[in-house]
């Protein structure tokens, strides 16, 4: 986000038990324009923080969140609100959570509540730190993908095995349900959503939807799904265990090869986009 970005990384411990270990790691542009590794943490915890088990972080200009795995298992997770301040991300509100994602002011985050059951609360936040939900929680099936932009909110739910997408007029309005998808994903489905493009994976392919007069069009149709998708306008960023790829939406063309997250493996290129059109 601007002048940082961070990759945050968890032990394989925490598959398995409540414990484990974790890193964040933060990097910024250098001179000749490459992305260098800070040597110190820009994180400053207040006393809660202690010991975070660093899950997804989500950035937007100014606001961070983090989920903290480390509270996994019926007590549920908890979601760290970080403001940042100079060259220094703090910390200023710990929140029950599960999933978050950040867009201006507003924090959508999905949680459990009293009975167990999931919902998506919608909070908004001041400059003086003050974290208050904007409207009724919304009933949903376990979620742990999810994005937020302007006013446009989707989120995968697990139970139903399908997105839904919802909306709002302006900026002081709720968010209302606005359409379900009907595409069939597993349970750990992801997707990204940025101004009036869509991106959600599937059994078999990655399902690229463009926003057209107040409804989700799916336009193009890649011939496999990934991991995890990262969007930034018309860029998109999809990867797999072993393999980071890039494509440029509104050119529909051919992939840009990227590096590959490891050392010893070679930059990929994956096959040409299809389009529905």
């Known amino acids: 986000s601007g002048e940082m970005a961070f990759l945050g990384f ?3 411990a925490w598959l398995y038990a409540n414990e484990g270990t974790s890193d964040v790691l933060a990097f910024e542009p250098n001179q000749v324009e490459d992305w260098a590794k800070v040597d110190h943490s820009p994180f400053v915890y207040n006393s809660t923080a202690d010991g975070i088990l660093w899950g997804k972080i989500e950035i937007d200009r100014d606001l961070a969140c983090v989920v903290d795995s480390a509270d996994n298992g019926w007590d549920g ?26 867009a201006g002011d507003t924090i959508a985050i999905t949680k459990q509540n009293s009975k167990m059951d999931w919902v998506l609360q919608l909070y908004v936040t001041d400059l003086n730190g003050a974290v208050a939900p904007m409207q009724d929680p919304i009933p949903t099936g376990a979620v742990y993908s999810m994005d937020l932009s302007h006013n446009y909110l989707v ?16 900026k002081n309005q709720t968010f209302t349900f606005l359409q379900q998808f009907n595409i069939s994903g597993p349970w750990y489905n ?18 690229i939807f463009s926003e057209q007069d107040g409804n989700w069009e ?31 939406i509104r050119d529909c063309v051919q992939e840009i090869p990227t590096q590959s997250p490891t050392l010893s493996m070679a930059p990929t290129t994956a096959e ?4 529905n059109d």
């Open 218 to 248: 799916e336009t193009i149709t890649l011939d496999q799904p990934y991991g995890d998708y990262q969007l930034s306008g018309c860029n998109l960023i999809a990867t797999n265990e072993n393999e980071v790829h890039s494509f440029n």
């Open 10 to 12: 968890q032990s394989p």
């Open 155 to 170: 989120y995968w739910d697990v139970d139903e095995e399908d997105a839904f997408v919802y909306r709002r007029e302006g």
């Open 77 to 102: 997770h908890y979601v760290h609100l970080f403001r940042r301040e100079s060259n220094e991300w703090v910390e200023f509100e710990k929140v029950e959570g599960k999933a978050c994602s950040i």
């Open 190 to 207: 992801s997707l990204a959503l940025d101004s009036d493009i869509l991106v959600i994976g599937g059994n078999n392919n990655t399902h």
């Open 272 to 275: 040409r986009i299809s389009s």
